[in-house]
């Protein structure tokens, strides 16, 4: 028992090893190796290289040296460590428990200094904080077994893409507008649309935040309102009340007072707004020339003579940028110097849309990191509401049916009722419920292709259970971030029938018309318009802002966030490590909105997430700043140091021995030698705090990812492949664990670096 105990401690030192930096922190420090003093030794713990990452289950091994006593060489070894994980996007971190140490090896040293290690530990094992930095720990992913969605079967179709040189806002409405009279008034609105738009007598009027604009008919033209009828005034008055509440968007574009045109659309479409005469100016080190009078991304490559746009996460071009037509080209077809775009540049951010980039892999990883949460056993604290009667169609090519006259995710599988809410799993008897916890949820359901609106689903999973607790979790894919062409993308591309009555309207996800753009830290962020000057366009009032429960545009974010400020003069044009908020993170692309990125935190689910370890205590170890990071261990346990010259020296009993080896990289197993350790892996202490009061039973065979069918396009090979390259494998540790580093260095506060570039935001 007390090596066991004194292994689990080595762990959680370890995973130390990538603790949360302090806040302002040098750009120069090191967050590691970690050091601890115990027992008058040092424990120099160097970072972990993931082996394995799936579900919410880890496997690592990592480098340690153990220093007795001053003037005394170190003892270097490997620990191997695994347990479970849960994370937060909202806070980029990532926390351990039920850690323990399946073996170590120390090649230097003897059974007796192994133990003596063991014994230095015991005491320190309960005292550790189990919480790491995720952009540090993101690319050292990339060569571990995880959970990494497959390419699904999207659609890329072209939106309509309107270009305007003149201010203009993009009104979207969910095909031939259908109205909806409004209560105790002689008014109607127009239901599928985010916007509001009222209709009185024979006059429609549009509202912003400032000004309300009127037409004859929904299309237009549109046109400043002067005195506002009587009915339409109330309106305006209630929607003042609310925003009272509300917080506002930076007025970056106070000078700018021009009335800007109503685009209205009833197919989906995006509108790029070019302030004048398009202006292109080049881009360092490359043959491609950037417009820089727009806030659209939208770039024209010299050798083929065509604008590229980027929509959605997608690349179209075109020979005429004003009138089109427009193609689609897959992320790993676009020109092969796009790949030459400077990462630190003004338009740096697009390398994640080109296939093969660093940063095109390190958003790969990130569809593989789920958020997770405990949640607590019981009845669901809310309903599912239908309009009328429960109506269920077919899923199509399965044996499934789901609910189409409700806003909610409810799927009829193998005799019983599944109800997907919040990033969590309901399961009833019945269409009505009541409704409980799900613990169980059949492989079917991970079928659903992506051409039903409940695709979104298949991305959430239960993990494990104890009689208290079930644990679960989502990948991007249940907010719209899938893989195409070795990229992340937005939105399936389907367009999915909505639900209306005369009571209800119930929209469905949407691809187009809210200029989503990918952030490297915060996943999609997106804008409900796109406006200059001083107008904001935001979304509907009172009970309606939800439409009846609609689910209209990027996700399912509802309520809706504050309107999107756009415009090129939004002040955000800077590149992948560019543009921060006091807080340290980067400001979004385009100035778009982002609600709350972990669902588990949000109203609804608050009281049902159960509490986990106070974070706020408990000891973290010191910087060894007297050290490199540079210590690495293979899979038989060898352990190597990298120099400057990309050389490796392996460590022995001598000491380092210059060029000594190579690194073993093709064999999986763990060392055949090993200290004396029980057959079975010991349970975790249940005096633990941040550990279940029983283990959790192991998750439920599903598959490990969303079923969907292969892309027909070839693709280019720049995505990991299914098996460990045979050689290099230390190198690779080396490039991912230096990308680790430069992410979370750049996402963080610092004196020496510029504020977020405001002003005019043209490209320089």
Not at 147 to 166: M, R, S, T, Y
Not at 476 to 495: E, F, K, L
Not at 729 to 754: C, E, F, V
């Amino acid at each position: 028992m007390k090596y066991n105990k004194a292994l689990t401690a080595l762990a959680c030192t370890l995973i130390l090893a990538a603790a949360i930096p302090t806040p302002a922190q040098d750009e120069g420090e090191k967050d590691w190796p970690k050091m601890v003093e115990a027992m008058g030794a040092s424990i120099t713990m160097y970072q972990p290289q993931i082996d394995s990452w799936e579900g919410n289950t880890f496997e690592a091994r990592a480098a340690v040296s153990v220093v007795g006593s001053a003037g005394k060489a170190p003892v270097f070894g490997a620990v191997w460590i695994s347990g479970h994980f849960t994370t937060d996007k909202a806070t980029r971190t990532v926390s351990f428990y039920d850690v323990t140490i399946p073996a170590v090896r120390f090649p230097d040293a003897g059974e007796e200094k192994e133990q003596k290690l063991i014994d230095i530990l015991e005491d320190e094992m309960d005292d550790w904080v189990y919480e790491v930095d995720l952009d540090i720990l993101l690319p050292t992913l990339e060569l571990a077994d995880r959970d990494a969605p497959g390419e699904a079967d999207l659609k890329h179709d072209v939106p309509k893409i309107i270009v305007k040189h003149q201010p203009a806002v993009l009104i979207l409405i969910d095909g031939e507008p259908k109205m909806q009279e409004i209560k105790d008034s002689k008014l109607e609105r127009v239901v599928n649309t985010p916007y509001t738009i009222i209709k009185d007598g024979r006059d429609y009027f549009l509202a912003s935040d400032t000004q309300w604009f009127t037409a004859k008919a929904v299309m237009g033209p549109w046109k400043a309102a002067g005195k506002l009828p009587k009915d339409i005034a109330k309106i305006d008055s209630q929607m003042k009340d609310q925003a009272k509440d509300q917080p506002q968007p930076e007025d970056s574009q106070a000078g700018d007072t021009r009335t800007p045109e109503i685009v209205v659309s009833t197919e989906p479409a995006e509108l790029i707004f070019i302030d004048g005469k398009t202006t292109m100016e080049p881009i360092q080190g490359n043959d491609i020339l950037g417009v820089s009078n727009t806030d659209s991304d939208v770039i024209f490559d010299i050798g083929t003579q065509k604008f590229y746009v980027l929509l959605s996460g997608r690349w179209f071009h075109s020979s005429d940028l004003d009138n089109g037509p427009w193609q689609w080209v897959a992320n790993d077809e676009v020109p092969i110097s796009f790949s030459d775009i400077p990462s630190d540049s003004d338009v740096g951010y697009l390398r994640a849309s080109i296939a093969g980039t660093d940063e095109s892999k390190d958003a790969l990883l990130e569809q593989s990191i789920p958020q997770t949460a405990g949640v607590k056993r019981g009845n669901a604290e809310s309903n599912v509401e239908y309009d009328g009667q429960p109506k269920f169609e077919s899923v199509e090519t399965t044996t499934m049916q789901y609910a189409v006259n409700t806003s909610s995710s409810v799927i009829l599988a193998e005799g019983a009722y599944y109800w997907c809410e919040q990033g969590v799993w309901y399961v009833s008897a019945t269409s009505t419920g009541p409704w409980v916890v799900c613990e169980n949820v059949p492989d079917v359901i991970y079928t659903i292709p992506p051409s039903n609106p409940l695709y979104n689903v298949t991305y959430v999973k239960v993990y494990q259970s104890t009689p208290e607790v079930i644990y679960v979790g989502y990948t991007p894919g249940y907010t719209g971030s899938y893989v195409s062409h070795s990229c992340v993308v937005y939105g399936t591309g389907y367009y999915y029938n909505p639900w209306y009555s005369p009571y209800h309207y119930y929209a469905r996800p949407s691809t187009w018309g809210f200029h989503v753009r990918w952030n490297p830290w915060y996943g999609w962020s997106f804008g409900l318009s796109y406006s200059a000057g001083p107008f904001h366009f935001g979304v509907g009032w009172g009970s309606y802002g939800r439409y009846g429960g609609a689910w209209f545009g990027p996700g399912f974010y509802r309520p809706y966030p504050m309107p999107y400020r756009g415009g090129y003069r939004a002040g955000y044009r800077a590149g992948y490590y560019h543009g921060r908020h006091a807080s340290g993170r980067p400001v979004h692309y385009g100035g778009g909105n982002r609600v709350n990125n972990n669902i588990y935190n949000r109203p609804a689910n608050r009281d049902r997430v159960a509490t986990t370890r106070d974070r706020s205590t408990g000891q973290r170890p010191a910087v060894a700043r007297d050290k490199a990071n540079n210590v690495y261990t293979d899979r038989q346990g060898n352990v190597f140091k990298r120099n400057d010259n990309g050389s490796w020296d392996k460590r022995d009993k001598s000491g380092w021995t210059p060029n000594g080896g190579t690194p073993s990289s093709g064999d999986r197993t763990r060392p055949t030698t090993r200290p004396t350790t029980p057959s079975t892996r010991p349970s975790t202490p249940s005096t633990r705090p941040s550990t279940p009061s029983t283990r959790p039973s192991s998750p439920s065979t599903r598959p490990s990812t969303p079923s969907t069918r292969p892309s027909t396009r070839p693709s280019t090979g720049s995505s990991r492949p299914s098996t460990r390259p045979s050689s290099g494998s230390l190198n690779r540790d080396y490039s991912s664990r230096q990308r680790g580093s430069s992410r979370s260095t750049a996402s963080r506060p610092s004196s020496s670096r510029s504020a977020p570039r405001g002003g005019g935001g043209r490209r320089r």
